[in-house]
């Protein structure tokens, strides 16, 4: 069955990089575009970026473009969040989600991000 | 810059039914925003409801329905049961590559 395990999670300081990574299983990875989106603690869901499934095109929030960077490796089967220049606000749980006909229908269960000195 | 509008809560009894919306700041919703809608229990994934306006995710009960009502989504649910106390959160694609999340509306079964 389609699995979508996220890792790569953890504290850092202000200013710093991270680079989170999402492992998917059970679907031909590369046929599919995926999405990562955000949920701050006690907040609402947000969208942060998204890959086309061959990689021509990449979007991403106004709150992240310019710092994050979506990529993935179909060899590994595996979708990437690299993160930089971090601020406290992007503290959050980060969501991978497989992308299908421009909807988000497959989630994986997360990482959490702590951004703090 | 455009806001997906959700009532912040909702309180429905038990076998009852009721009707969560998803606008825009600016506009109406249409087949053409891919409406979809997720339900979220505390500490939990997002899990898909509804997709592409009305078709339902795999395993989800026919209680849970998605429509278009006037110039919003829509998601009903018929027959409330105590099990649907939870968040549930829209999105609608922008175009142009951007989605945006409506803030969500916590559902009360009481």
């Known amino acids: 069955q389609v699995q979508l395990v996220e890792s790569g999670g953890g504290v850092v300081q202000p200013g710093r990089s991270l680079r989170l990574s999402c492992a998917a299983s059970?679907?031909?990875?590369?046929?599919?575009?995926f999405h990562w989106v955000r949920q701050a603690p006690g907040k609402g869901l947000e969208w942060v970026a998204v890959?086309?499934?061959?990689?021509?095109?990449?979007y991403y929030a106004d709150s992240v473009k310019g710092r994050f960077t979506i990529s993935r490796d179909d060899s590994k089967n595996t979708l990437f969040l690299q993160m930089n220049s971090l601020r406290a606000d992007d503290t959050a749980v980060y969501y991978c989600a497989r992308d299908s006909g421009y909807q988000l229908l497959q989630w994986g269960q997360g990482t959490l991000v702590t951004v703090s000195s | 810059q455009t806001v997906v509008t959700q009532e912040p809560s909702f309180s429905v009894s038990p076998g009852g039914t009721v009707t969560l919306t998803c606008g825009l700041s600016s506009g109406s919703v249409s087949t053409n925003y891919y409406p979809s809608w997720y339900q979220q229990t505390p500490g939990q994934a997002p899990r898909t409801l509804i997709y592409?306006?009305?078709t339902r995710s795999s395993g989800v009960p026919d209680r849970f329905s998605g429509s278009i009502l006037g110039n919003k989504a829509a998601l009903t649910i018929t027959g409330a049961q105590a099990d649907d106390e939870s968040d549930y959160y829209c999105?609608?694609?922008?175009?142009?590559?951007?989605?945006?999340f409506g803030g969500g509306t916590k559902l009360t079964v009481l």
């Open positions: 999105v609608l694609y922008l175009g142009g590559g951007s989605w945006v």
């Open positions: 059970g679907f031909t990875f590369s046929t599919y575009g």
């Open positions: 592409s306006t009305n």
């Open positions: 890959i086309w499934y061959d990689g021509s095109n990449k």
